[in-house]
T-cell receptor
Framework: GQNIDQPTEMTATEGAIVQINCTYQ??????LFWYQQHAGEAPTFLSYNVLDGLEEKGRFSSFLSRSKGYSYLLLKELQMKDSASYLCAVREVDTGFQKLVFGTGTRLLVSP | GAVVSQHPSRVICKSGTSVKIECRSLDFQATTMFWYRQFPKQSLMLMATSNEGSKATYEQGVEKDKFLINHASLTLSTLTVTSAHPEDSSFYIC???????????FGQGTRLTVV
């Protein structure tokens, strides 16, 4: 089973840094993903962590601690276009099949 | 990245009718595809895992007779919402994993409105 939690909403100002947390309890952990989703559109891939530590990709970084069941997505130099929902997703291996299970999602609003 | 195409993007149907949504992997073969449902301002909820050549695996609480899934080829999975009711109105989205890439790729989604 799985239980993946994120804050529901966050607000930040343009140019700032924001950290979106994700906690999970799951069996068969096989990696954690962060996706960005604008309303009415498909999610787009941001980052992937399978080992502990920080992965940096331009303005976006993601951290994972498997022992704590915790990840965060860090967005730097925020831009207005970063206003979107950010989805944490855990890939699980269940009865031999892999599946991607999403967290509750965080709506981020970036203001001028 | 890989391309997953979903059709239609929007559909309006009458209560009691059935609606079929298609999900295609355009440049790779997908033995497994996934169907999600998303309500407004909520996250994606996994409905079922579609397996080519075998029965779909449904998540707990998802009615298999209501949401029929067929994965007849390595590039096509279909979701049929049978006897649709207004509460079935939602955003349905499919995804597939191309083994060449780490991440899953998503279709464009289908906005279903049942009137």
């Amino acid at each position: 089973g799985q239980n993946i939690d994120q804050p529901t909403e966050m607000t930040a100002t343009e140019g700032a840094i924001v950290q979106i947390n994700c906690t999970y309890q799951t069996s068969g952990f096989n990696g954690l993903f962060w996706y960005q989703q604008h309303a009415g559109e498909a999610p787009t891939f941001l980052s992937y962590n399978v080992l502990d530590g920080l992965e940096e990709k331009g303005r976006f970084s993601s951290f994972l601690s498997r022992s704590k069941g915790y990840s965060y997505l860090l967005l730097k130099e925020l831009q207005m276009k970063d206003s979107a929902s950010y989805l944490c997703a855990v890939r699980e291996v269940d009865t031999g099949f892999q599946k991607l299970v999403f967290g509750t999602g965080t709506r981020l609003l970036v203001s001028p | 990245g890989a391309v997953v195409s979903q059709h239609p993007s929007r559909v309006i149907c009458k209560s009691g009718t059935s609606v079929k949504i298609e999900c295609r992997s355009l440049d790779f073969q997908a033995t497994t595809m996934f169907w999600y449902r998303q309500f407004p301002k909520q996250s994606l909820m996994l409905m079922a895992t579609s397996n080519e050549g075998s029965k779909a695996t449904y998540e707990q609480g998802v009615e298999k007779d209501k949401f029929l899934i067929n994965h007849a080829s390595l590039t096509l999975s279909t979701l049929t919402v049978t006897s649709a009711h207004p509460e079935d109105s939602s955003f349905y989205i499919c995804s597939a994993r191309d083994p060449r890439w780490t991440e899953a790729f998503f279709g464009q989604g289908t906005r279903l409105t049942v009137v």
